[in-house]
């Protein structure tokens, strides 16, 4: 941290602004009067730290419009105005607390109280008002002039600066270097201060799926040998001990999971369909699929579903582990495509049926089954028993929504009689069935639902409106090319040979099932898995066997991967802003006026 005095500094900010982004160097105030910065230290009964006096004599802050200069995500500095205005309109919200905070010291205060009286808000964050921004301390003590930070109300905390004179010269070298201020770079645009958000990955992250290739999916134990009775002897006196919970046998019932009936297909069918993982597929037992999807290593986070008969035109799927995959219309689409399929879920005390035909959903087959509470308490007829004052009595201790067990009976009856699927979930356990993991299908890309106006501050709506569509395009796949090799997913073949299509403008094969859409799965499930396995970490004493930066890199790499389904299957403006978000370079308004010359 470079520190200079504030005239330097100011300087220094003076000189970038003049030299590259002149709009907002023109929106720089004149200096504040030196007796009205004593009129608001005498209105607000603080003495200005020294640093905020010299800046304010400096400049008395920005014009609030386009392309005034910010700190990034603390927004602008405030003039003498701004601070008097901000500073009170905390105070009294912080009046409320005051007395709560009475019993602090003035360390304390400093360090826990909401808005002491001696705080200053010196910017006006994001939004440009009162609700956050950087403050100083103008209290005498160990804390005066440090600078802390202020969002919406949040509790307030110090920053890493001792005074504003840091502030403003790391805020100048920032400008100078194109370094990052507060994790954002600046950048000068069109004349203006704008604020970018770069970022670079590892190249070569820790894959979770390979880790899951190379562990070994856990077995159900063997049922243990029956344990011989024991007989006493004769010639004494015995004791028999027993030791915690093992001396019950009492099995809690299990839930049923998300089923989905499907007519016509045979069980390996329906788990093609799910997405199942060709090597992954064998019969397994219920208690043996819970055991592989709760596995995290060798499951890798990807769902596990079971597949079977039930009866002699239906075949179905229930899902163990993993994220939930009935609920989702593009699975539903794929299950019923040249058939139906038929869905039932429990929401809390609601069973729901859903029904898909060839691919769409017919929502006048949908209903929806309240299952009773079963902790109310009824007499031999089903009348409920009512306490003096009338309340209905209930159990103590009972789940009141078991499962909705009563609402699955009900259902499951009406499934057979309607559709003919007979199902029995008492019996779907100890026989093996088909099963296999699954490598989730891709959500559907939202189609565009506004015109595209501006994305990272840049009018991409007046480049649409201004460029023909052909030079757009290719200028658009040169951008998509550049977030492909900044990603790292130029690498696979499958996406390589798709961005060399692009190129040459010729048709690229995004099939269900295809080699691109398993390609862009895999990084999908990849990035899944990483995120499960930190979460995971955070609640074991040992570490994840992958770090921050492996999701942090899949996560972009799934990102871009979806970048470039957007450019196949978006009109081209949305797909132009689906790829410009994504960019990690902040210098792509330059290499993207670099691709529309060309």
Not at 28 to 41: C, F, G, I, M, T
Not at 194 to 219: K, Q
Not at 408 to 420: N, P
Not at 509 to 535: Q, V
């Amino acid at each position: 941290m470079t520190t200079f005095t504030v005239a330097r500094s100011w300087d220094r900010i003076e000189t970038w602004l003049a030299q590259h982004a002149a709009v907002s160097h023109g929106l720089l105030r004149p200096p504040a009067r030196p007796q009205d910065v004593a009129a608001a230290e005498l209105r607000l009964g603080v003495t200005f730290p020294p640093d905020l006096k010299e800046s304010l004599l400096c400049h008395d802050g920005v014009q609030l419009q386009d392309g005034t200069p910010t700190l990034g995500y603390y927004g602008p500095l405030s003039g003498v105005e701004d601070i008097v205005r901000s500073t009170e309109f905390l105070r009294d919200i912080g009046e409320d607390l005051a007395e709560d905070e009475a019993e602090l010291d003035d360390e304390e205060r400093d360090q826990y109280a909401y808005w002491p009286h001696e705080r200053l808000l010196i910017s006006l964050g994001i939004g440009w008002q009162s609700s956050d921004g950087l403050f100083l301390v103008s209290r005498p003590g160990p804390h005066h002039g440090r600078v802390g930070r202020y969002f919406d109300e949040d509790s307030p905390s110090f920053t890493e600066w001792p005074g504003l004179c840091h502030v403003l010269a790391d805020f100048a070298t920032a400008l100078e270097d194109g370094t990052p201020f507060n994790g954002r770079i600046p950048l000068a645009f069109e004349g203006r201060l704008i604020w970018d958000d770069g970022a670079t990955v590892v190249p070569d992250p820790l894959s979770p799926l390979g880790l899951a290739a190379e562990a070994t999916e856990p077995l159900v134990a063997p049922a243990p040998e029956p344990v011989v009775p024991f007989t006493p002897r004769t010639d004494g006196a015995y004791a028999v001990l027993t030791f915690g919970a093992g001396a019950s046998t009492a099995q809690e019932p299990q839930q049923q999971p998300d089923v989905v009936f499907v007519a016509g297909v045979q069980p390996e069918e329906l788990l093609a369909r799910l997405g199942c993982l060709p090597e992954t597929v064998r019969p397994r037992s219920r208690e043996q699929t819970r055991l592989s999807a709760a596995a995290a290593v060798w499951a890798a986070y990807r769902p596990m579903a079971r597949a079977g008969w039930c009866g002699d035109a239906w075949a179905y799927a229930a899902q163990e582990g993993g994220d939930a995959q009935f609920g989702r219309p593009e699975v539903l689409r794929r299950l019923s495509r040249g058939t139906r399929a038929v869905r039932l879920s429990k929401q809390g005390p609601e069973v729901h049926v859903t029904l898909f035909a060839d691919g769409v959903e017919q929502p006048e087959a949908a209903r929806r089954v309240d299952s009773p509470r079963e902790d109310y308490v009824t007499d031999a007829a089903g009348r409920p028993v009512r306490g003096p004052d009338g309340q209905q009595w209930q159990r103590i201790g009972v789940d009141p929504w078991p499962g909705s067990t009563a609402a699955y009976a009900r259902l499951l009856a009406g499934l057979e009689q309607e559709y003919g699927i007979a199902w029995n979930p008492e019996g779907d356990g100890d026989e093996p069935v088909a099963s296999a993991l699954l490598l989730p299908v891709l959500d559907d890309v939202p189609p565009a639902r506004h015109p595209v106006t501006s994305v990272r501050d840049f009018d991409l709506g007046g480049l649409v409106d201004r460029t023909p569509p052909q030079r757009l395009r290719s200028a658009m796949a040169a951008q998509l090319a550049r977030l492909a090799s900044e990603t790292g997913i130029d690498t696979y073949p499958e996406i390589a040979q798709a961005l060399e299509r692009i190129r040459r403008d010729e048709p690229v094969d995004l099939s269900a099932d295809g080699a691109l859409d398993l390609r862009m799965r895999t990084l999908s499930a990849e990035a899944r898995a990483a995120r499960g396995l930190l979460d995971a970490a955070r609640h074991q004493a040992e570490a994840a066997p992958v770090t921050a930066a492996d999701h942090a890199a899949w996560a972009v790499r799934d990102s871009a991967a979806r970048a470039l389904r957007a450019f196949l299957l978006l009109p081209l403006p949305a797909a132009a802003e689906a790829v410009l978000n994504r960019r990690l370079s902040v210098r792509w308004r330059d290499e993207l006026a670099a691709d529309l010359a060309d």
